[in-house]
DNA sequence: CAAAATTTGTTTACAAAGAAACAATCTCCA
DNA sequence: TGGAGATTGTTTCTTTGTAAACAAATTTTG
C-alpha cells in the first residue's frame, strides 16, 4: 500500500488518465517520435512541410493568412519563411494593393520537392495509427476535425 | 481560380486536414490556449499540475519513473523539479538502496493545494470538449486512450 | 481631410523542451 | 572480486516557439 513505486505501470495517474490535454500531448510526443523515426533523413520538420504543403496548394497566400490557418504565430512565422527562403524554396512578394503584406510562393525547384514530400509524408500519416482499427482511424480523425472546427 | 488567397476559410489544406499530426497540433493548441483563458490566474502550468498529480496519487515516486510515465525528458524534469521545490512544493529524499534515484514527495502545504488545483482543473478539462456530446467526448477519451497505448 | 486605431511583419528578449556529454552509482558476469 | 556496461540525474548548449515593443502601411472615424 504505502510501498513507494518502482516501475512505470505501477504508477497512480487517478483522473489523469482521461484528461484530454493530457492524452493529446502524449498522443503528439507520440507521433512526433515515429515521424523522426521514418522520416527524419528527409531533413523536413514537420512545421515546415505544413507550411509547404499549403504554400503548394494556395500559392501566393498571404503570410498573415498562412499562420492564422496553421495556428502560427507571427513571430515564428517570419523565422519560418526566412529559412526555407534561404534554403531558396520560397520567394517573397509584396502586393501592390497592401504593401504591409507579403506574399509567398513556392520556387519551382520547390515545387517538384514538396510533391515528392508529399508522398512519404502522406504514407508516414496512414501507418500512424497503425494500432487502431481502419474505422477507429477515421472516426478519430472525425471526432478530431469536429473538437477543433475544422469541417 | 488563380486569385491569390485573402481570407483564412479559402485556404486549401488538401489532406493536410485529415493528418492526424496537424489535427492534434491544432487541438493541443486549442486546449492550452482554453487552459490559460480559464486557469491562468493559478500560476500553474499544464505540465506542472500533471507532476503534481501525479504526486499527489503516489507518493515518493522516483524522478525517473515519474519522468517515464508523463513522457518528460529527464533533462527537463530535473528542471521542472527544482522550479517546484523553489517554490516549497515538493522535497527530494535519496534512498538509501540506490543513491542514484532521487525519491519526490509534496509537501503538506502542497498536498491541500494540488487538491484544490485537481477541483478547478477537472473542471476545466470536463469543459474543454464543449462543441462534442457527451458520447463523441467519451469516444474521442477512448480512443486517445488506445491510441498512446493506455488502457 | 487629419488624427486615432488597427493590421502586418520584424526585431529583441525570453521561456520551454530536447540532445549530448558528464559524474556518480549500481549491476552483471568473467 | 573487479571491471565493463547500464542507469540516474545534472549540466551545458541548442532548438523551437512565444511575448512585447516597434515601424510601416492601412483603415476608421470625428
Chains 1, 2 share one sequence.
Do not use: C
Not at 117 to 132: I, K, M, P, Q, R
Request: charge should be negative; hydrophobic fraction near 40%.
Amino acid at each position: 500500500m504505502d510501498m513507494p513505486i518502482r516501475t512505470t505501470d505501477e504508477v497512480n495517474l487517478d483522473r489523469l488518465d482521461t484528461a484530454l490535454g493530457f492524452l493529446m500531448r502524449l498522443a503528439q510526443l507520440k507521433i512526433y517520435e515515429r515521424f523522426f523515426e521514418e522520416v527524419g533523413d528527409h531533413n523536413l520538420k514537420p512545421g515546415e512541410f505544413s507550411v509547404l504543403w499549403v504554400l503548394l496548394h494556395n500559392p501566393g497566400i498571404r503570410q498573415s493568412v498562412l499562420g492564422q490557418r496553421l495556428m502560427i504565430k507571427r513571430a515564428h512565422m517570419t523565422k519560418l519563411i526566412r529559412s526555407l527562403e534561404d534554403q531558396g524554396l520560397v520567394s517573397r512578394r509584396i502586393p501592390d494593393d497592401d504593401r504591409r503584406a507579403v506574399e509567398i510562393t513556392l520556387t519551382p525547384a520547390a515545387v517538384t520537392m514538396v510533391e515528392q514530400a508529399g508522398d512519404w509524408f502522406f504514407t508516414y500519416e496512414d501507418s500512424v495509427g497503425e494500432n487502431l482499427s481502419a474505422a477507429e482511424r477515421r472516426q478519430l480523425t472525425a471526432l478530431l476535425r469536429k473538437f477543433v472546427g475544422l469541417g
